[in-house]
């Protein structure tokens, strides 16, 4: 026998080439895709900025109310035969005494100076009669009422008035509420736009496929698979267009808070590090509304196109 009859009758020399690699079955649109994919990206940035500003503000309006829930102001007015720094001085220790306040003291002129400079001036400061102030640390656990401050006061013998911010302490509080009201409604609209674009890409997708489609079905593909194939690639588009546009704004966001020291960007807005977990909750949002949008468009146009 001869040595290329026996090449040719050994299995082991048979060269096998390749099994051709299935792709996928639904032809990809590049160009609208690039473009829903960079909508998908802007939403999801605006989304997780507003996440992000939305945990900050309401962070700073409850600490607000906080600070003014733990502290009281006393306005003293001298008697006649007594000044100013003595009455505030008898209003301090009366206060000292009462259960639910830690620490009570009185405002010399330089610490009234400094607070109203920002407002007035610095130059008119000098020639202005400032009231005779005492500061009230109220406990965490059980604060006084106002009512029981102004009966210690009373039964030292001094006039005297005490603001304990509940009005300050309501517009507050009211203002958390708005902020929080507000970040709900800028989710639900990001989602419905996201919504709806994915919507009109998967309708036009299917359109621009139309013979493609027939074709799977008349090889046996049920409606519910064509749609699973339309959800699944706008699913991993929406999510890897979302955590672009997340990391965007978590870099942004990270910058800002860098830069802005302790606070923050600012004490009324301030930022913290594990405020930018809010970032993974976009794309997630974004990838299942994807999936949602793109499988009832799907499914709703199958079921009509007879």
Known sequence: MSPSGASANNPSNVIRKPMPVPGPLLPRERSGERWLAAVIAVLCFLASLAAIGALAADRAAHGWARELRGEATVQVRPRVDETGPTAAGRAAEALSGVKGVEEAYALDRKASERLLAPWVGEAVLPDLPLPYLVVVRLSADAPASAPTLSRALAEAGLDATVDDHSLWRGEVER????VTALAIAAFVLIAG?????????????????????????LNGASDRHVAGLYQGRFGKLALVSGVGGSLVAGLAMAVMRLVGGTAGVTPALPVRFLDLVAIVVCPL??????????????LAKLSGRG
């Open 175 to 178: 203002a958390a509420g708005i």
């Open 193 to 217: 736009a996201m919504a709806a674009v994915i919507a009109y890409a998967t309708r036009s997708g299917m359109e621009a496929q139309a013979e493609i489609i027939e074709t799977l079905s």
């Open 285 to 298: 949002l974004a990838a299942l509304t994807a999936v949602v949008a793109a499988r009832l468009t799907a």
